[in-house]
């Protein structure tokens, strides 16, 4: 069975998917990962929210995630699981999503597949369904790791304002790329994002309005154990 690991990142801006959720601020979070049994891992994570409007003014987003993880000779990882996003310090925001994960290493490389549903909840306004393909790897003798990906996510809306917080303007396809260094239980690393969003198809008069969901470029500093 392999150990729990414990993270803290300090980064200039969270991002998910493109969308800013601190408001455009720096913002710290823990990541913690504790197996259980040979193939069941629970995923636990907190980050500050500076009281960004997306998500209602909350303090902090804390995430639970069991997932079930299968893996075969080939260097084939198949995942599924399920992913609680709860918003402290505002009442009606939590909501659910279903998760799937097929992911290959090859050498130094590894490319992930992977798609999140979330199934119509008052709280985001319909249901939303977020697919995206990533790769990374790491550059031989060198502490570094390239990284990019894309996504694109869509959903219904039910004429709800709370969808504008997973889908503001509508579905809408995010990228990024990344450069990481890494030396003993520290990582430095920077990353470009950006998404297709047109901000003249956005409702800035709902109260769920975030206008951070265009280019932006952050920072980060992970200690990990």
Known sequence: ??????????????????????????????????PSGNDLTFDV????????????????????????TLLNASGF????????????????????????????????????????FAPSQKAIGGHNLHVDASASVGIPGLPFTLYGGVGHTSGSSRDDPRATRLRPGGSYTN?????????????????YSGTSIDKHEVDVLSRYYDRH??????????VST
């Open 77 to 116: 990882a198949f995942s599924a699981g399920a992913r609680g996003n709860v918003f402290i310090g505002r009442s009606g925001m939590s909501y659910a999503e279903i998760t799937g994960e097929v992911a290959h290493t090859i050498g130094p490389a590894q490319v992930v597949l992977g798609a999140d």
């Open 175 to 191: 990228h990024y790329v990344g450069v990481e260094r890494s030396q003993a239980l520290f990582s430095l690393g920077v990353r």
């Open 1 to 34: 069975m392999a150990s729990a690991s414990v993270s803290l990142e300090v980064e200039t801006d969270r991002r998910e998917r493109g969308l800013g959720w601190s408001d455009g601020k720096p913002a710290v979070s823990v990541f913690a990962t504790v």
């Open 45 to 68: 994570s907190a980050v500050t929210l500076r009281d960004s409007p997306r998500h209602g003014g909350a303090d902090v987003a804390l995430t639970i995630a069991p997932r079930y």
């Open 213 to 222: 969901f265009g280019s932006r470029v952050v920072a980060y500093l992970r």
